[in-house]
């Protein structure tokens, strides 16, 4: 079993950066390593999303060029860097994690998931 905990939420001005934390215990990471966030009465989307082994990162449009996803191999943990950050990205962002690397943009094929981390972006 894996633990996932996130953390570095908050609160923010547009325009601002922040950088989210995901950090794994247990038996670590599978294969995937996705972001995503759900908005109030909204359906949970996918962010983005790295391959644990490999260099592969993949993006949702509404975020590339504005988000980075990157890890640290040594501290067991994916980091999700948000810049230029707008309103519209209000939401609690949650990690999650899969052995599987196909349709890693669909948050049903995940099979492990962090608390959640709020992040409020205001204008």
């Known amino acids: 079993q894996v633990q996932l905990v996130e953390s570095g939420g908050g609160l923010v001005q547009a325009g601002g950066s922040l950088r989210l934390s995901c950090a794994a215990s247990?038996?670590?990471?599978?294969?995937?390593v996705g972001w995503f966030r759900q908005a109030p009465g909204k359906e949970r989307e996918f962010v983005a999303a790295?391959?644990?082994?490999?260099?592969?990162?993949y993006y949702a449009d509404s975020v590339k060029g504005r988000f980075a996803i990157s890890r640290d191999n040594a501290k067991i943990t994916v980091y999700l860097q948000l810049a230029s950050l707008k309103p519209e990205d209000t939401a609690v962002y949650y990690c999650?994690?899969?052995?599987?690397?196909?349709?890693?943009?669909?948050?049903?094929?995940?099979?492990?998931w962090g608390q959640g981390t709020q992040v409020t972006v205001s204008s």
């Open positions: 247990g038996r670590g990471f599978g294969n995937v």
């Open positions: 999650a994690t899969k052995n599987g690397a196909a349709y890693y943009s669909d948050y049903t094929t995940y099979s492990s």
């Open positions: 790295l391959m644990w082994t490999g260099t592969n990162t």
